[in-house]
């Protein structure tokens, strides 16, 4: 092991940061196809509909308060995969056009630090209907130092006070992986906690995520004066620290508290905040806090101060929404630093229905049921999952194999059910390059069901050159073109499957009916 205890460091200013930046502008998209980095739990489905609803909720509330004219910015911080922005922005625009309700347009603006991922949102298919639409542009912004949003498609700047409309500002999985200061609260006095490392001898400098997989931190208290100075701006809620928590360490979130002020200074009318990430809102879940367990996947995320975020712009008149249960994957907030916040009624209330009533971690707690207990379904419990999670690609290719074997005893209406959900699901895919086959998995379920031109079509879309295919895939496929009419097809995809498997009793079959 190498000893790194000479050089301590600030918690918010140690090498992990600067490695954490490197990982994903060396990674760009690939830190998500690579499955890394956890994505699912913040941009599937579900979460985007609740995302949407308090969006069109907010949309609601400005109109009834006659701010109709001026355009709503919405930027989403670390966009990342771009998935979540995808699955908003569509949910969205079809909750607009169902209502047909005078409200005020909008933009949705996708940033990121690593140039990598803009250049890929820049080429997505399922990206640029909005873009030439003019709802949709990105931005490179660094949440640490930037005051202004370069737009990259129109070619806009959003400089201090230019928004006349809030901004709405959506982060999730942000707050847990910007920097943060690390504090430790004990017999009322405030404490600065640095940090150095050890880290084996043979771990590779160029791969960011092996040093930081390999990293053992070790912690260094000295007193720390200047959280206790009356002109520390955040001076309110270290002094509840020190009345309230004893032997804590507490995260605090200061780069995160100065980028949401400096984002606020775009807009004359304030801010909302969306925001959805692995935090505490409630000041006695801090009490008695160990120091922060680096969580690697790839790069590296701790745990949000949600309850240091909300106290101060509390204190500055905003009003917040947290729930009053426990959350256990996801804690889901809402922040309104708005003049006169509670007015906004149509946004606490999509709040209230569809983040507090059930809501996005308790849909991933169920998800996490669902897992187990798959192979016990019923289809008809399959397919009410299904239709609950937005009808999720990854909820479909999951339960695929086991809605197959239940194709034999289904009802008629579970049949149609089956296909509407797959033409609704592949309308809402967002494809990353994946190593899975969404098509092919369609065409074979589409296939068994004996809807040979549906599960055609999906065939024709599939990746089923790829030389690791089955037989049987080949053969599917054959007599999908076969009951068509297509005799060439078939015939070329049932050389292909005796290719692989020369003995394969179908397609010899097969191979003389058509050889006739």
Known sequence: MTNDEQNKYRFSEAPIWEMQRSYFEEQGIKAWQSEDVPQYITSNPMIAVAYA?????????????????????????????????????????????????????FRYIMSDLPVKNIAYWQQHASLLPFVEQGI??????????????????????????????????????????????LIYVGEGNIYECQVSFQFPEEVDANHPSDVLQNMIPAYHYHRAAEYEQESYPYRSVIELYQQKLEDSHILFPAVGLTCLERLGQLSQAGFLLLTADKGDHRIENWEFAEPPELIHHGSFSITANYHAIQHVFEQKGAASLFTSHHYRNLNVGCILMLQEPMSYANTRLAYQRFVHRFGPDDFFSIKEWFDEYLDHMKLSQILSFWRLGGYDAQLF???????????????????????????????????????HDLALACGMLLYEMCLYEEALAFFERSKHDEPNLSSAVFYNIAICYYEVGNVECAMDYTHRALAIEPEHEGALDLLRVLSV
């Open 53 to 105: 609803e308090m969006i069109f909720g907010f949309l609601q509330d400005r109109a009834r308060l006659g701010y109709i004219t001026e355009p709503i910015t919405i930027l989403e911080l670390g966009a990342g995969s771009g998935r979540l922005a995808f699955h908003v922005l569509k949910e969205l625009c079809e909750l607009r056009d169902f209502a047909g309700m005078e409200i005020p347009s």
């Open 136 to 181: 949709l542009d990105f931005a490179l912004f660094d949440a640490v130092h930037d005051t202004e949003l370069h737009l990259t498609q129109s070619k806009d700047m959003i400089r201090p006070s230019d928004l006349q409309q809030p901004l709405l500002v959506i982060a999730n999985y942000f707050f847990d992986s910007i920097p943060q200061e």
């Open 397 to 435: 290719l999951q339960s695929a194999a086991h809605m197959s074997n239940l194709i034999l005893t289904s009802s008629d209406e579970e049949m149609l059910d089956i296909r509407h959900g797959i033409q609704l699901m592949w309308d809402g895919y967002y494809p990353m390059e994946e190593k």
